[in-house]
Structures are given as structure tokens and as C-alpha cells.
């Protein structure tokens, strides 16, 4: 159906009509010379679908929208150069920060100032909060109950406002994790029978494991133990003390993905270390599964050169002593070269793994006790035990020789 005539004549009548008019009111708005350009705008370029112009209520209507956004616009900008200014004066790199995270600068200059000085009641000093802020911008703009529900968890484990500062300072991104993750996952400590200090302990030092993911460490817990049980019988109060053990000694564990795990566990299997074996490298030396493939394949190929082993023999000797792993080969072989260099050879060292668990220095200081004091070397068995037996050791050889002596000077 043809449009009628009279539609097409719209745009001329309004141009000239908008061009003799100093004032005219559309609506409920009044409107001067100041605006004659932009309603000619409008009604030139605002059409419908039907090709028919806005009305004049619908003009004043996105001209209010307008003023409204440049409004908020301009509120915005203000803010953010407020706070840019305040953060560049204290020596804030803003360009990083916004690039990194734009909406931080956006926010409310009093929030910001609110939470630097947060930071500060834990001994931060300006330039670790500009270390903290860089490398998670988002602080700046947490509500402070979410910080104070943080702090209030460390507290509750014995940390003290200094060590709070620590981990403030190393990982920064615990406090923009949600509280919820981060309880989630001490609980599920807690349910392992992980002592509160220790709990405290890993908050202080490995702050991460509880804020990596939600269920983070069962989820872990739980892909070690589908795979062990195919290999060795474990009930409920062993699964936990292995846990448990695996969390205290080496909590970087439950940062790694399931799938992570898997691909570890399935190399020792490949090496050869199944059933007995498997649980036990698994659980005393939990570094096997954080550490890549490769790492665990150079340090067996050491030991089994090292020794002149085969194959079988080196998955014994390390199941022995799994804590081979973790050593780097030239640290075993230094130690190795310094036992030697006492009159120790390569087999009473295979006969005892553990001497390798203590720095040389504190080998050559109990060696020289006990030879000092005249004991008679026949194994490494004595220089492997604790600080107490070696002095109860000396203390029986120092009285044995004084007796001596006194006998042979009655005589």
C-alpha cells in the first residue's frame, strides 16, 4: 500500500519551521537557540522503520537520557582521575594497575585510602603495598569485611598482625579469594586430624594451598586415593594418616589438578614402583607428585648410576629411601664423595640411604665426635640416628675410657 503524500513532506515543513523559531516548546521542555541544531539532528536522523520521524516527547526523552549518561560520564572520569592522582602521588604505578584491572581506579577514592591503610595496621610500608596492589589490583577495591573476614581466619590459627603482613606480602591473591574457598578447605584439614598449628604453619608459609580452588584439597585427596586402592588395601584411618602426612610435609602438593596427579602417579608405575612400593614413595615422598616427570626419571637414573644398580635394584633402594627424589644429583654426589673420603665405601652407604638426609657438615661433626670419643666403625647405622643417641653414645664411650684410666692407674 503506497505511503500517503503528505509523509514525504514532513522533513521540509520541520526544517523550515526549526529554522524561523527562536523558542518553541515540544512536550513539557522548553527549548532556545541553543538547541536547534540537535532537533534538527534528531529529526533528521531518528526515524522509525515506517520511514516516520520521532515525536517531539520521544525527543526530549533520549535528549534526558543524554545529559543523564554525559552526567554519569563525567562523575566517572572525575573519580578516577581523583583517584590516580592520589595513588601516583604515593608513588602507585597507575598505568599498570589500570591495565591490569581498570575497574580498580574507578572506585571510591575514600575506599581506596580506606584500604591502604588497612595494609598498614600489619606493618606494610609503602612501598610492599605498592608491591601488593601491582600484583593484585583488586584490593584496592574489597570491601573491608571481606579483609577483615581474612585476617579474622589467620588470627583464629595463631598468626600475629607481623606474620598476617608475610602473607599479605606473598600472596596477595588469598585476600581476593572468597572467605568460603578458603574455609572449605581448612575444614577439610581439620577432618585429616591436621593440628591447628599446623594448619597455622601452612597458612603462614603456603597461604595458596587453601585459596587455590573451592574442595581443592579433598578433590586432590580424593584422585591419590581412587589410584592407590587399586594397588594396596587401605582403610579409613590409614587413607588419613597418609593424607594427613602428605599435607604436613609437603602442601604444595594440593595446588596441582587431579589430572596432574594422575600423570605422576602413572609414571612411578611405569618405573615400577606398584602395591607396597607405590604407597610408600607416595606417602614419604609427597614431592613425586608435584614435581614433572622428567625431575623423578634424572634423579632415578643418579641413584642407579651412583650405585652401579639395575633396574630392579634401584626401585628398591629408593623405595628404602624415597627421599632420593628430592635431592639434585650433585648434592648426592658430594655427599656420596665426602663419606667416601672417611674410609665409608659405596655398599655400607646402599646398606644406609638415610646418612644422605644430613648436610656434610653435620655428618663431619658427628663422625668426629664419635671417633674422638674411640668408637669402632663397622656401619653407618649410628651416624644415622638422632642427636640424643650420638651423645648418649659419646657420653658411654668418654665414661668407658675415664674407667680405663683410673683402673689402669690403681694398678
Request: hydrophobic share 35%; with cysteine; aromatic share 10%.
Amino acid at each position: 500500500m503506497a505511503k500517503p503524500k503528505a509523509t514525504y513532506l514532513v522533513p521540509r515543513l520541520a526544517q523550515l519551521f526549526i529554522y524561523r523559531v527562536t523558542c518553541c516548546s515540544l512536550g513539557q521542555r522548553q527549548l532556545t537557540t541553543g538547541y536547534k541544531q540537535n532537533i534538527s539532528a534528531l529529526i533528521q536522523n531518528r526515524t522509525t522503520k515506517n520511514n516516520y520521524f520521532l515525536s517531539s516527547g520521544e525527543i526530549c526523552i533520549k535528549r534526558t537520557i543524554s545529559d543523564k549518561k554525559c552526567q554519569t560520564a563525567d562523575k566517572v572520569r572525575s573519580t578516577t582521575t581523583q583517584a590516580k592522582e592520589y595513588l601516583y602521588k604515593m608513588g602507585f604505578d597507575t598505568k599498570r594497575i589500570e591495565d591490569k584491572r581498570p575497574t580498580t581506579l574507578k572506585g571510591n577514592l575514600n575506599h581506596i585510602q580506606s584500604n591502604i591503610q588497612f595494609f598498614r595496621n600489619f606493618n606494610l610500608d609503602d612501598k610492599a603495598i605498592q608491591s601488593v596492589v601491582l600484583r593484585q589490583p583488586g584490593l584496592l577495591s574489597v570491601s573491608l569485611d571481606h579483609l577483615h573476614d581474612h585476617v579474622n581466619l589467620l588470627q583464629k590459627y595463631n598468626l600475629t598482625f607481623e606474620q598476617i603482613g608475610q602473607v599479605m606480602n606473598r600472596a596477595p591473591k588469598f585476600f581476593s579469594v572468597p572467605i568460603e574457598t578458603i574455609q572449605g578447605n581448612v575444614r577439610y584439614a581439620e577432618k585429616l586430624q591436621v593440628t591447628k598449628k599446623k594448619i597455622g604453619v601452612i597458612l603462614l608459609h603456603y597461604p595458596t594451598t587453601f585459596s587455590r580452588k573451592i574442595d581443592g584439597i579433598e578433590l586432590v585427596c580424593t584422585q591419590i586415593l581412587d589410584i592407590l586402592k587399586t594397588h594396596v588395601k587401605m582403610d579409613v584411618d590409614l587413607s588419613r594418616k597418609m593424607l594427613r602426612s602428605m599435607l604436613m610435609t609437603c602442601p604444595k602438593v594440593f595446588v596441582r589438578s587431579p589430572g596432574e596427579i594422575f600423570r605422576n602417579i602413572e609414571f612411578l608405575e611405569s618405573l615400577g614402583f606398584t602395591q607396597k612400593a607405590l604407597y610408600t614413595m607416595v606417602r614419604f615422598c609427597p614431592e613425586t607428585m608435584r614435581v614433572y616427570p622428567h625431575y623423578i626419571q634424572t634423579k632415578f637414573d643418579f641413584v642407579q648410576k651412583l650405585f652401579n644398580l639395575n633396574h630392579k635394584d634401584t626401585v628398591t633402594l629408593i623405595t628404602r629411601y624415597p627421599k632420593f627424589i628430592n635431592f639434585q644429583p650433585k648434592i648426592l654426589q658430594l655427599k656420596a664423595d665426602n663419606i667416601q673420603s672417611v674410609g665409608f665405601t659405596l655398599q655400607q652407604i646402599r646398606d644406609q640411604p638415610r646418612v644422605f638426609s644430613f648436610s656434610i657438615s653435620t655428618f663431619n661433626r658427628r663422625y668426629k665426635a664419635l671417633s674422638e670419643a674411640g668408637y669402632e666403625f663397622k656401619t653407618l647405622r649410628l651416624l644415622t640416628l638422632s642427636e640424643g643417641r650420638i651423645e648418649d653414645e659419646v657420653r658411654r664411650l668418654t665414661c668407658t675410657e675415664i674407667n680405663k684410666f683410673e683402673n689402669s692407674s690403681e694398678e
